[in-house]
């Protein structure tokens, strides 16, 4: 098993609540994690046997074209994209970040991160370690 990454993908929505959002549109930032089995890949040197980056790139831009009111449903699309596309993916952790969300105060950025399959138990343990004891 190995995790394919894009991280620090940069690009414009027109996400968010209010009407402002949809109009301006906003910057936003993607780091994706894909899990996936690359010994056949790597063997016969084939990329057709692997997950191709290039592919998870532009999976999220057509999903980023298509405006939501929510960084959920945008997420969400992205990672149900990556599924319908690959079959050989056994997991997929997605964090979409807005820049500079509009709100009454000084904020950085507002994100949500989706995890699925391989990737939902991992994050399991990540919380076990948080606990005291």
Do not use: Q, W
């Not at 040197?45 to 074209?65: G, I, P, R, W």
């Not at 997420?75 to 990556?82: A, E, L, M, P, Q």
């Not at 399959?117 to 076990?128: A, I, T």
């Amino acid at each position: 098993m190995a995790i394919i990454s894009l991280e620090g993908i940069k690009m414009f929505g027109r996400h968010g609540f209010y009407d402002e959002e949809k109009i301006l549109g906003n910057e936003f930032i993607i780091d994706l994690f894909v899990e996936t089995e690359i010994s056949d890949a790597a063997e016969e040197d084939d990329l057709f046997k692997s997950v191709n980056y290039e592919t998870l790139f532009y999976l999220c831009k057509a999903e980023m074209k298509e405006p939501a009111k929510l960084l959920e449903t945008v997420g969400n699309r992205i990672v149900d994209r990556i599924n319908e596309h690959f079959e050989n993916i056994e997991g997929v952790r997605l964090k979409l970040t807005k820049i500079n969300p509009p709100l009454e105060g000084e904020v950085e950025k507002a994100s949500v991160e989706i995890c699925t399959g391989s990737f939902e138990v991992s994050k399991l343990f990540n919380l076990l370690d948080l606990l005291p004891g």
